[in-house]
């Protein structure tokens, strides 16, 4: 089934790499995470059930079902088709993302970032849109660095900053989802900074970020609450700003050496909102306790490490930087999610990867996965950054060096993992 | 570290620069979490049981009250099972449309509702009480977080108002309040459980936790009423159509057996509905006149002191003495109501027929030995405290019962014996229209005195019936001889008035009616002189066989738009309305002789 990437136009100049056994660890800590997630929502969906109706527990084993779906189809599907394809990919968000706006928000989510399917079932644009950066944004910035022109501000930054800007703009604001804006824009300056944006710049970019912050903070009344709800978050559970902080904080807190125990939660009955979603890690924290909660850290970081791996020994910039992204996505959205649970950031309303109820979630961070899956069929040890205009050539590829490295059937990840 | 100073920026270094980020904020995220869950566990565990655990008083299911209809129990006071329906603003999302929504169903204005859930540092705020189980469900099936709803018994009341103020009512706080609700409240609430338990966020216990700790309730005890509602009914028309017809500010009436003291019938108008106790505006309507407003009683105290003079042998039934007409007294003057009636050769027959105050007092000076003095005066005392027991509670399950007030004898001030003599006749002192009642039934019934009742029966959850017997607080309270005398004296006067003009006081050769009249002064709260304007007409007599029967008395307060006495014109139809009823619907027992 898995062919060689076939390279058209002058796409990616450099030898491909061959095709390998996959890293299949990979799939392992995946499997775990969706497993843990399914398990929570499954134990709180009586509490979400009676508080709220629905069928929690079928809705995420669809998502699941879907997820793994997905994960097959970008895993299958080679990269350079992924790329031809980054223009519908953008289209196709930039639909999604017009559809969520018009469609009529419903009481308990008055924002407009859902496009609702009937019968429970929705699609998050957001979730879309960050998939299809994750292409074209790995695209644009692997073409910069085979034309020499990462570090041109003209060719590069402005075009970038425009870009996400309008993005950004649309996503924070329009659809109230700071959260989700953040993402994308740790993502795409993650991805700049590993493609060899320089320095000055990203730092310029970091600074403008935090000022804007800053000034949007101090000018708005309500968003000076929710940052003292932050500070404070004992002293705000009564109100609407840091009830969740502190719920959140109370089900962690509570939760002690070893958890109350899988059926146990309390918080999940209405004190803490959005336990499915983004509470869940609390949730989590409560019914596993510190040991539990060092168990998922230690899950995530081993994901988190098998794709650095996979970054380092990725055949080309353009799946490295795919990689890159998928990495700086997974792992902002897990540091801003668990980071406002345990009350050392502030919240932001989005989700943890792998873990929460969510179709959306679970649907796309499963198609990255597999595209990382994919480049993990290809990784090199000596696989090394092609520094520019793509002439350079590998210089271990087919070399004894090479083959004295590479063991049979298994190579790259395997000598290391 | 990468070298962006010169062209070559190392993708892998920088790869490895940010990837150890990541890890530095894991680490962090494990110590902070170590801070959270190990060092600061007791604290937030703490946190979490003062708001998950709550102590509740499980209300047990308060006992009904019922009463009898032709022999059948008809339940007066039932339980309901009915919600109220509250919401927690802190988690509602979307205040305005969550008020759109649940409005129409509640039958509340939208703008209310909005207000209502935009309320600020609450977590409770009650939306609707009293929303059937239907219109409960209807509302948490649209599944609108932080609206939920809690159910209430609430007391219905299949009769209506009948009764209402023997009944009084059970607060919100389940507290019976007035009425048999509140003097037999131990019996008729049961005993709280309480239950200690994790709850949710809306205070409903989690089954799965096993901290629960539950004391079980104990329901209260069924009751009923020795009320025939029958007559009850009967009794609450007549009292109030006399209201309406003399615009007065208050119309009571009882019937009690007087060979018992069980009570038949206790009405009062104007009364109030039970079911909505809440609109009432005047407290005071909840008070069950009869028993909680001693008045100053008038004539009708008359029975009382011939009885105790009779009693005492100081005179008999057939005694004849000089009245002059008025007695001048501490300086005050004693007259008699219609001025210059009365002077001359009396009866005791005529001193009641005519309702002489003369002769009342008259009567007091013989418990002197002729005098008004202190041997009078303790005797009149005796028998009104200890004989007939005014100034006690007569015991009868009911609320804020009143005493009622007799002036110590003792010659404290100058006036006690113009006291004393207003009291021969029936002012200067209070008593409450139960306690006359109590007291006349004693002087007619052969001498004992029946704690007067309202509790027939009491059932209790396990299904044991105690059965209440009529309970005997006094015996001789005049003897056998003494009461027999009273009997004639006042079927005497009833006749006397069945032929001067009060045709309706005609209750056939068959029947013993017997009673007596009363225009009661009114004495002012502010200047505490009598008042002009107002008298109270009141009436207390009996009806029977060879044995009276039933014992009857009406208190009728501030009557307008009659012309004579108010006692004659305003008390004693009231009472000749109940005792044919008595006579046409009670098969009361006729003469056998």
């Known amino acids: ?417 | 570290m990468d070298n962006w100073h010169t062209s070559e920026p190392n993708p892998i270094q920088r790869t490895r620069l940010w990837y150890s980020l990541i890890m530095i904020v894991m680490a962090v995220f494990v110590v902070r979490l170590f801070y959270l869950e190990i060092i600061r566990y007791d604290h937030y565990k703490s946190l979490a049981l003062s708001d998950q655990v709550r102590e509740y008083e499980v209300r047990p299911e308060r006992g009904t009250i019922s009463a009898e209809l032709n022999g059948e129990v008809v339940p007066l006071v039932l339980n309901q099972k009915l919600f109220t329906v509250f919401a927690d603003p802190s988690i509602i999302k979307n205040i305005s449309k969550t008020a759109d929504a649940i409005a129409p169903v509640l039958g509340q204005e939208s703008e209310a509702v909005r207000a209502k859930l935009s309320t600020k540092h609450t977590r409770y705020v009650v939306l609707k009480k009293k929303v059937s189980p239907e219109v409960s469900k209807k509302l948490l099936a649209l599944k609108y977080p932080g609206i939920a709803s809690q159910e209430t018994h609430y007391r219905v009341y299949p009769q209506g108002q009948t009764a209402a103020q023997v009944l009084g009512f059970v607060n919100d706080d389940g507290e019976g309040k007035y009425g048999v609700e509140q003097a037999l409240d131990t019996s008729l609430a049961g005993t709280k459980g309480r239950l200690k338990a994790v709850t949710d966020v809306n205070g409903v216990p989690l089954a799965a936790s096993s901290d629960n700790l539950l004391i079980e309730p104990k329901a209260g005890n069924d009751i009923s009423l020795t009320l025939d509602l029958g007559m009850q009914t009967q009794v609450e028309g007549i009292v109030k159509a006399a209201q309406e017809k003399f615009r007065s500010k208050n119309v009571s009436a009882i019937v009690m057996e007087t060979n018992s003291g069980a009570v038949k019938a206790m009405a009062n108008y104007p009364t109030f509905d039970p079911a909505n106790y809440q609109r009432v505006e005047d407290g005071t309507i909840f008070q069950n006149f009869s028993v909680a407003s001693p008045i100053e009683p008038g004539s009708i105290t008359k029975i009382l002191t011939v009885a105790a003079a009779i009693d005492k042998g100081v005179i008999g039934p057939n005694t004849s003495y000089y009245d002059p007409g008025s007695w001048t007294i501490d300086g005050a003057k004693v007259l008699n109501v219609a001025e210059g009636t009365g002077t001359g050769s009396q009866t005791i027959k005529s001193l009641l027929n005519l309702s002489l105050n003369t002769g009342a007092t008259w009567t007091l000076m013989q418990l002197g030995g002729g005098k008004l003095n202190a041997q009078g005066r303790d005797a009149l005392y005796d028998y009104f405290v200890r004989h007939y027991r005014l100034s006690e509670k007569t015991g009868i399950e009911q609320g804020y019962e009143g005493t009622g007030y007799v002036p110590e004898p003792d010659d404290k001030d100058n006036g006690i014996n113009i006291t004393y003599a207003n009291m021969s006749f029936g002012q200067a002192y209070s008593a409450s229209a139960l306690q006359m009642a109590s007291a006349l039934s004693a002087v007619v019934n052969g001498g004992t005195y029946y704690q007067p009742q309202l509790l027939a029966k009491t059932k209790s959850p396990n299904g044991k019936i105690t059965q209440t017997q009529p309970k005997v607080v006094g015996t001789n309270v005049v003897s056998p001889k003494t009461s027999a005398s009273m009997r004639d004296l006042l079927q005497y006067v009833t006749d006397d008035h069945a032929r001067t003009g009060f045709k309706y006081m005609d209750f056939g050769s068959e029947y013993s009616v017997g009673g007596k009249t009363g225009t009661a002064q009114i004495i002012d709260e502010k200047t505490h002189l009598y008042r002009e304007d107002a008298f109270n007409g009141t009436f207390m007599g009996y009806v029977g066989g060879d044995m009276p029967q039933y014992t009857i008395i009406v208190y009728n307060i501030e009557p307008h738009g009659y012309s004579g006495f108010a006692g004659a014109q305003t008390g004693q139809p009231i009472f000749a309305d109940i005792a044919h009823m008595l006579i046409n619907n009670y098969g009361v027992t006729p003469k056998k002789s």
């Not at chain 1, 979400?48 to 779906?69: D, F, M």
């Not at chain 1, 994308?184 to 700049?192: C, D, F, Q, T, V």
Request: net charge positive; aromatic share 8%.
């Open chain 1, 1 to 417: 089934m898995l062919e060689q990437p076939r390279y058209k136009r002058g796409v990616e100049p450099s030898e491909p790499s061959r095709k390998h056994r996959p890293d299949y660890w990979l799939v392992v800590i995946t499997a775990c995470l969706l497993a843990i997630g399914l398990i929570v929502v499954y134990s709180i969906s009586p509490a979400l059930t009676e508080l709220r109706g629905g069928n929690y527990v079928a809705h995420q084993i669809i998502a699941i079902v879907l997820s793994i779906v997905a994960f097959l189809v970008t895993a299958r599907i080679p990269l350079r088709q992924w790329q031809k394809w980054q223009w519908w990919l953008l289209g196709l968000a930039a639909l999604g993302t017009l559809v969520a706006l018009v469609t009529p928000p419903i009481p308990a989510y008055p924002q407009h970032r859902w496009i609702r399917l009937g019968s429970g079932f929705s699609l998050q644009s957001v979730e879309v849109l960050k998939f299809a950066l994750l292409i074209s944004l790995s695209g644009f910035l692997a073409s910069r660095v085979r034309e020499g022109t990462i570090a041109n501000s003209k060719m590069t930054l402005k075009p970038l900053a425009i870009a996400l800007g309008g993005i950004g703009i649309v996503v924070a604001f329009v659809q109230s989802d700071l959260g989700s804006a953040g993402v994308i824009l740790a993502m795409a300056i993650i991805m700049g900074f590993v493609a060899g944006l320089p320095v000055r710049r990203i730092l310029g970019i970091g600074i403008l970020v935090v000022v804007l912050t800053v000034l949007a903070v101090s000018t708005t009344p309500y968003r000076r609450a929710r940052l003292t709800a932050y500070m404070h978050p004992e002293n705000n559970c009564a109100t609407a700003s840091g009830h969740q902080a502190c719920q959140a904080l109370i089900a962690v807190g509570s939760g002690g050496m070893i958890g109350l125990g899988l059926g146990k939660s309390v918080q999940a009955y209405g004190y803490l909102p959005e336990a499915q979603n983004d509470s869940i890690f609390a949730i989590y924290a409560e019914k596993f306790g510190f040991i539990g909660s060092v168990v998922l850290l230690g899950l995530f970081g081993a994901l988190f490490a098998r794709l650095r791996l996979i970054i380092e020994r990725a055949p080309d910039t353009f799946s490295r930087l795919v990689v890159t992204g998928v990495l700086a996505w997974l792992s902002t959205q897990a540091i801003i999610n668990i980071g406002a649970m345990i009350g050392l950031l502030p919240l932001k309303g989005i989700t943890l990867p792998l873990i929460s109820y969510g179709g959306t979630s679970v649907l796309f961070v499963g198609a990255a996965l597999g595209l990382v899956f994919q480049v993990s069929h290809y990784t090199s040890f000596h696989s090394r950054f092609i520094p520019r205009g793509g002439g350079q050539r590998n210089r271990y590829e087919h070399t004894t060096d090479r083959r004295r490295i590479r063991r049979p059937h298994q190579a790259g990840l395997g000598g290391r993992a």
